[in-house]
C-alpha cells in the first residue's frame, strides 16, 4: 500500500493530477498507519498481518 501509494505520489507530481496526487498521499498515511499497527502486535479488523 506505501509503494503505490509513492508511485501514484509521484506519477500525480509528473503529470500534474491533482487526483492522483491526493489519493497517493492517503495511501501512504494509511500504509504507515496499519504497518506502524502491525509492527507493535495489534490485530486489527482480524488480521495480524497484512503481507
Do not use: C, E, K, Q
Not at 507530481?13 to 495489534?42: H, K, N, P, Q
Request: charged share 10%.
Amino acid at each position: 500500500m506505501i509503494i503505490l501509494g509513492v508511485v501514484l505520489l509521484i506519477l500525480g507530481a509528473l503529470l500534474d493530477v491533482s487526483i492522483l496526487y491526493t489519493i497517493g498521499a492517503i495511501l501512504v498515511v494509511v500504509g504507515a498507519i496499519l504497518w506502524i499497527l502491525g509492527s507493535m502486535d495489534r490485530g486489527i479488523g482480524g488480521r495480524r498481518h497484512y503481507f
